[in-house]
DNA sequence: GACTATTGTCGTACGTCGTACGAGAATAGT
DNA sequence: ACTATTCTCGTACGACGTACGACAATAGTC
C-alpha cells in the first residue's frame, strides 16, 4: 500500500480524475461504469432534485452496493462535479462560430439556459464546482473561439464566459424557483396576503405601486431574451 | 389542540413568519430570542461555512437545547431565510436616491457585493430563498425607488432589480470559490498541470492560448467594476 | 394560595446521511 | 498452484434534521 501523496486531503488530483486511464491489466474486472453511476445520478437529481441523489439511492439505481461506488468517485462532492460535466456535454462544442461574435454568444447563453431547465439542479450545483471537466472545456473551447472576433485579449474571454454563465445561473435558477411545483395555490395566496399586508403599511410606496399594477405573467423566454441582450449589447458597447 | 391549516405541508405562512406578533399572555417567558439564534447561525456561516450551520452547533452557540430552536424557526429552512433577511439588513435602505440611476443602481450593486463578501456563504443561500423578509422588502423599496427615473415600468423595473441581484450573485459565488481557503498551493499546482496537458493535447488551441498569456491575477474590484458597468451601461442603450 | 391553561425547554430516539474498514471474490502474471 | 492486484459490498460509526412527550414556568381564575 503505496498511499502515494495523491489521496492527501485538501481535493483528489484534476488528472486522476478526468484523464483517461487504461484499465489495470490486474484485478477483478468492474462490475459497473462510471458513465453508468453518473447517468443515474443525472436521471435522479433531473427527477427528484439535487437531495434526492444520495450515494445509497443511486447505488440502488445501478444495482449495484453503496460502497462499490467510491471505486468509481471518491466521494460524493466528486460525483456532483461527474455530474456537472456530464450534462455540460448536452452543450454545443466544436461546432463552427459565425463570425458575428454577439449572435454566437447569445446562442451559447441560450443553450446554457435550456440546459440548465432541462436539469434544474445545474444553477445550484455550479456554485460549487471545482475544476472543469472534458465537456466543460470543449464548451469553453468554443466559446472562446466565438469570441475570438471581439477583440478581447485571452483573459477578457474568460471573463466574459464566467460571466455569462453566472449570469444565466442566477437567472434560471429564479426562474425555475418561480415556477417550481412547491407553489400550491394555498401558498401563492398566502404570500399574495403577506406582501399585501406589507404594501399596505405605508413605509413601501414603490412596492405597492408595482404590486398594484401589471398582473400578466410576463413569458419566461421573452425576459430572458431582453436580458441576455441588455447584458450583450453591454458588452458590444464597450469595445 | 386547534392545529389549524398554517402548520400544513407546502411552508409556514409567510405572515405568521414575518409580520411581528406581540408576546402570548401566558406560559414560560423565552429564554432566547429569535434575533440572537439567527445572528448566532450568521456568525457560524461567516466562519465556517454554510455546512458548518446546523442545529446542533447553532444552539450550543446560544447555549440552548436542540430543541429549543424550533420555538423560533420550524425548520431548518426557515432558519436560513431568516439568515438572509438579517444581513440583507446590512444593505443601504430608506437612504434618498440622487436622481441619477445609474449611479444609484451602481452603488446598490456594489453594497450587495460587499453583502456577499463580508457573508460568502450568500450567493448559495439565496438560490433556494421563498419568500422576501422585511429587509429585503425595505432594500426592494430603496431599489424601486432608485429606479424611479428611469421611465421603467413596475415590472420591469422589478425584473433589473432581480437580474441585478442574480449578477452580483453569480459573480460573487464565482469570485469566492476562486479565492476559496481550500486552494493549497499543491492543488493549485495539481490544477495548472491538468489544465497544461489538456492544452497541449491541440484539441483546445484557444484555451492554450489563453492559458500562455495573461499571468498577473487580475484585480477583483476593478474586473467586477467592470461587469457592472457593461451590465447598467446596457439597460441604458435600451431606453 | 390552589388550580388550570398555556407556552417554552430540552432529553431521548428514530431514520437517513456520507463513508471508513476490512473480509471475501475475481482476475492476471509468475 | 501461488500471489499480487483490483473490485464488491456488509457492517458500523458519527452526525444530521426533527417527532415526541415529560417537565418547568408563567398568568389568569376562583
Known amino acids: 500500500m503505496p498511499d502515494d501523496e495523491a ?16 484499465r489495470p491489466r490486474r484485478g477483478r474486472r468492474p ?9 443515474a445520478a443525472v436521471e435522479l437529481a433531473d427527477a ?8 445509497r439511492r443511486v447505488a440502488a439505481r445501478v444495482g449495484a452496493g ?4 467510491y471505486s468509481y468517485a471518491p466521494d460524493k462532492e466528486t460525483l456532483l462535479e461527474l455530474m456537472i460535466d456530464r450534462v455540460a456535454g448536452e452543450l454545443p462544442a466544436g461546432r463552427e462560430v459565425t463570425g458575428d461574435w454577439r449572435a454566437d454568444l447569445k446562442a451559447v447563453a441560450r443553450s446554457q439556459r435550456a440546459n440548465m431547465l432541462r436539469h434544474p439542479w445545474l444553477p445550484a450545483a455550479l456554485a460549487t464546482r471545482r475544476t472543469p471537466g472534458p465537456n466543460t ?22 471573463e466574459v464566459f464566467a460571466q455569462v454563465t453566472a449570469f444565466v445561473a442566477g437567472h ?41 399594477s401589471s398582473r400578466e405573467p410576463a413569458d419566461p423566454d421573452a425576459t430572458f431574451t431582453r436580458f441576455l441582450d441588455r447584458l450583450v449589447d453591454g458588452l458590444d458597447a464597450e469595445l
Open 7 to 22: 489521496s492527501r486531503a485538501g481535493g483528489v488530483d484534476p488528472r486522476e480524475l478526468w484523464l483517461s486511464q487504461a
Open 172 to 212: 434560471v435558477a429564479h426562474e425555475v424557483a418561480q415556477a417550481s411545483a412547491a407553489w400550491t395555490s394555498e401558498r401563492l395566496a398566502a404570500e399574495a396576503r403577506y406582501l399585501a399586508e406589507v404594501a399596505a403599511d405605508g413605509r413601501h410606496p414603490e412596492l405597492a405601486a408595482v404590486l398594484a
Open 48 to 55: 427528484e432534485g439535487l437531495e434526492a441523489v444520495t450515494m
Open 137 to 158: 472545456l470543449a464548451f469553453m473551447e468554443h466559446v472562446l473561439a466565438a469570441l475570438r472576433s471581439a477583440g478581447l485579449d485571452g483573459a477578457a474571454r474568460m
Open 31 to 39: 462490475a459497473f461504469s462510471r458513465e453508468g453511476i453518473v447517468a
Open 66 to 69: 453503496v460502497m462499490s461506488l
